[in-house]
């Protein structure tokens, strides 16, 4: 019997998506990749375009595609939507977005799609929660990059503070992909040993860790301002829990999770770790807060519920 080839299906051709695609033929993941946008012949032409690097990369089967070829994918990743503008919060984004998403869910789920969502758009925890109610999937199946770039970020911020290489720092930023998300010191490592002890010996102060988060909390802002949008760090981490879906990898990320209980929060998507593996979410990580941090995860998890109730609301009174 002939191995199942792993197919991928992207919704959305933008920045993001079109990021995300030339990093999955630079990675080999998937066998075969189908690209779904709202203007097909961007599509094509991405395609045409991608197709070329493979005679130097990894073959594959890359091509333009409709909605019914959702039916036998693996995993639809979805970056469509409107994009942040400048001075723009993710969270003002969300009644357009929601409209787009839905109708997007509705075409998938008609194919007959059976796999796992992995949503990017914007804002990204509201749509990935909407993206499990509109679909009716179980939610381990449907999964949101959430935090992963925030996390990158800090980490690459980290490295820098303490002149060491990004791989090195294991640290996470949680709560809100947004305005609200906040870093989780007292759980953050480099090299094995703690951040705090660490910082203490080499006299970094609190006030300046505080400093680095809040310009990773705005780090979008920043490259927005200056070239319109961010997409290579999203498109790399869309990537890496790609790798982990698709590989079976078992492996703890930092997404935009369904809350069971979890830092006594329910019925909503909100960043932390999570072990992540080909049924999607396979466990969700509590990570232990101190009370600075408790208290930012419920302020961030009350801010997204209030957004993502109220957006749904309105998009079902409408």
Do not use: W
């Amino acid at each position: 019997m002939p191995l199942k080839r792993q197919k991928v299906v992207l919704i959305g051709d933008g920045a993001v998506g079109s990021a995300y695609a030339f990093a999955m033929i630079h990675q080999g993941l998937a066998e075969e990749f189908a690209i779904i946008n709202h203007t097909h012949e961007k599509a094509v032409g991405d395609v045409m375009d991608l197709e070329d690097a493979t005679a130097y990369t990894h073959n594959k089967r890359i091509y333009a595609a409709d909605y019914d070829t959702c039916k036998d994918a693996d995993l639809v990743v979805i970056t469509a939507g409107a994009a942040q503008k400048p001075g723009e919060t993710r969270l003002q984004l969300v009644s357009k977005n929601l409209k787009i998403t839905k109708n997007i869910v509705d075409q998938v789920m008609a194919s007959g799609f059976d796999g796992i969502f992995l949503v990017a758009s914007n804002p990204v925890d509201v749509l990935t929660y909407a993206v499990q109610k509109f679909s009716g999937l179980p939610q381990k199946r449907v999964i949101g990059s959430g935090t992963s770039l925030d996390s990158a970020r800090l980490q690459v911020a980290l490295s820098k503070l303490f002149d060491v290489h990004p791989n090195n720092v294991i640290a996470y930023m949680l709560g809100e992909h947004g305005d609200t998300e906040f870093a989780s010191f007292d759980n953050a490592t480099i090299g094995g040993v703690p951040l705090l002890a660490l910082a203490e010996l080499k006299d970094i102060s609190m006030d300046t860790l505080l400093q680095v988060e809040d310009d990773v909390r705005h780090k979008a802002y920043e490259i927005i301002n200056r070239k319109g949008a961010t997409y290579y760090g999203v498109a790399t981490s869309l990537v890496q829990i790609t790798r982990a879906i698709l590989r079976d990898d078992d492996e703890i990320l930092p997404v935009s999770a369904p809350m069971n209980g979890e830092y006594g929060l329910n019925d909503i998507y909100i960043g932390t770790t999570a072990v992540i593996n080909r049924t999607g979410i396979c466990e969700v990580f509590e990570l232990p807060l101190n009370d600075r941090e408790k208290d930012a995860m419920a302020h961030s998890a009350a801010v997204l519920q209030k957004i993502a109730y109220d957006g749904m609301e309105e998009l079902e009174n409408n």
